[in-house]
């Protein structure tokens, strides 16, 4: 593979996503050596300004994904609303305007579905606060691919649906509260 990094995180949230976000990104060090991908749920008639907002907050450099990019290490990039992300096997982002998934586009299933293959055991996957199933089978796949499974704590999550939902998918999973979790990314980046 031609990657510039083995490894990468995939993000899902939704319901209350934007304040765990707030939460989870800006704690990251302006050094994070892996490529994050993000899939929030936003309506599609609404211009995404999710990267310009975490830009300002975030020491990583955040955007909003391009389709045939190739993803970067230290970057975040968020998934533009009303397009699925997916991540090819060579590292390259794609675009699609394909049928919703769990009623979203994007779908956090279909980014860590592809990210899955792409990265397999590199992969660090986590679902964040939300309030219905999406991300749940993604996670599972994240799982079955040797990556990492992270769920924030469904009790302390804005809307407990999606962590719960992606933790009965996936108990393998590791549930942890939000701030918990950029503790866990930044002593990665030690690895």
């Known amino acids: 593979m031609s990657r510039a990094s083995d490894r990468a ?18 704690a990251l060090p302006a050094d994070f050596p892996w490529p994050i991908f ?15 907002l975490f830009e300002a907050k975030c020491g990583l450099k955040v ?55 792409a990265y397999g055991e590199g992969l660090i996957g986590i679902i964040l606060t939300g309030a219905n199933n999406d991300g749940a089978a993604g996670l599972k796949a994240v799982h079955a691919a040797g990556g990492v499974a992270l769920v924030q704590d469904p009790a302390a999550a804005y809307a407990r649906a999606m962590p719960q939902a992606a933790y009965q998918a996936c108990n393998a999973a590791l549930v942890l509260p939000l701030e918990r979790i950029a503790d866990y990314l930044k002593g990665l980046d030690r690895e």
Do not use: M, W
Not at 38 to 52: F, G, I, T, W
Not at 69 to 81: K, N
Not at 88 to 117: H, K
């Open 63 to 117: 955007k909003e994904a391009e389709d045939k990019e190739t993803a970067r290490p230290g970057v975040v990039y968020f998934a533009p609303s009303d397009y699925h992300l997916l991540v090819e096997e060579n590292g390259d982002l794609a675009l699609s305007s394909d049928e919703a998934i769990n009623y979203s586009r994007p779908s956090i299933d279909v980014l860590f579905e592809s990210a899955a293959d």
């Open 38 to 52: 993000v899939v929030l749920h936003v309506p599609a008639d609404r211009s995404n300004v999710l990267a310009p």
């Open 9 to 26: 995180v995939v993000i899902g949230a939704s319901a209350g996503g934007v304040q765990a976000l707030l939460a989870l990104l800006p």
